[in-house]
Nanobody, 117 residues
Framework: VQLQASGGGLVQPGGSLRLSCVVSGSIFSIDRVGWYRQAPEKQRELVAAVTRGNSPVYADSVNGRFAISRDNAKVYLQMNGLKPEDTAVYYC??????????????WGQGTQVTVSS
């Protein structure tokens, strides 16, 4: 299973970006998808996640500004009202069951988001 993330870049405060992540490989089901981020000298933190059949959950710091969505094996993070403190490397994550019904968490390679004027 591979995750390919894209869509990061440099944006001014108040701007928007849309991150995308494509999940590919031997997939029976995708049970959970999420976006995490890691700023310099900080631990990786959950930004948003959605488990199949449930409503999305968001970090307090992004609630109301970010939105996670999924279209089959594609996962998106719409980020509006970006702030300098949103600057980080963003990683997509998926919990995938393969055809042997083994479930594992997989990570994308990360995409840099920089919010600066």
């Amino acid at each position: 299973v591979q995750l390919q993330a894209s869509g990061g870049g440099l944006v001014q405060p108040g701007g928007s970006l849309r991150l995308s992540c494509v999940v590919s490989g031997s997939i029976f089901s995708i049970d959970r998808v999420g976006w995490y981020r890691q700023a310099p000298e900080k631990q990786r933190e959950l930004v948003a996640a959605v488990t199949r059949g449930n409503s999305p959950v968001y970090a307090d710091s992004v609630n109301g500004r970010f939105a996670i969505s999924r279209d089959n094996a594609k996962v998106y993070l719409q980020m509006n009202g970006l702030k300098p403190e949103d600057t980080a490397v963003y990683y997509c994550n998926a919990r995938v069951a393969d055809y042997a019904l083994d479930t594992n968490d997989y990570w994308g390679q990360g995409t840099q988001v920089t919010v600066s004027s």
